[in-house]
């Protein structure tokens, strides 16, 4: 079982930046930050595997940067140029065998282990 908390949510305005946190209690093989609305489902961002190899939602290509350093077992996903429709609960995920690719960011139920989300807000 692997434990995961997020941190480093908040309120900025359009075009701020924030940076998030994730520590993970252990080993995890691919990591990923997804975000959800409410009355949508949970949507992915950017995923990231222990060799670095990053992959991208379309949505947040050359905004957002998803890294992690394996030593302290963490993650994070530092987002500038923000804007309103970025405005979500962002949740950290991960896992220990599942394929870090285009295809767990879409198929979110890849992810065994899941953070309690940290409230991102983005005002106009």
């Known amino acids: 079982q692997v434990q995961l908390v997020e941190s480093g949510g908040g309120t900025v305005h359009t075009g701020g930046s924030l940076r998030l946190s994730c520590e993970a209690s252990?080993?995890?093989?691919?990591m990923g930050w997804f975000r959800q609305v409410p009355g949508k489902g949970r949507e992915g961002v950017a995923v990231?595997?222990?060799?670095?190899?990053?992959t991208y939602a379309d949505s947040v290509m050359g905004r957002f940067t998803i890294s992690r350093d394996n030593a302290k077992n963490s993650l994070y996903l530092e987002m500038n140029s923000l804007k309103p429709e970025d405005t979500a609960m962002y949740y950290c995920?991960?896992?220990?065998?599942?394929?870090?690719?285009?295809?767990?960011?879409?198929?979110?139920?890849?992810?065994?282990?899941w953070g309690q989300g940290t409230q991102v807000t983005v005002s106009s």
């Open positions: 995920a991960a896992d220990l065998v599942v394929s870090c690719n285009e295809y767990s960011l879409v198929h979110v139920q890849s992810f065994r282990y």
């Open positions: 990231v595997d222990r060799g670095g190899r990053t």
């Open positions: 252990g080993y995890t093989y691919c």
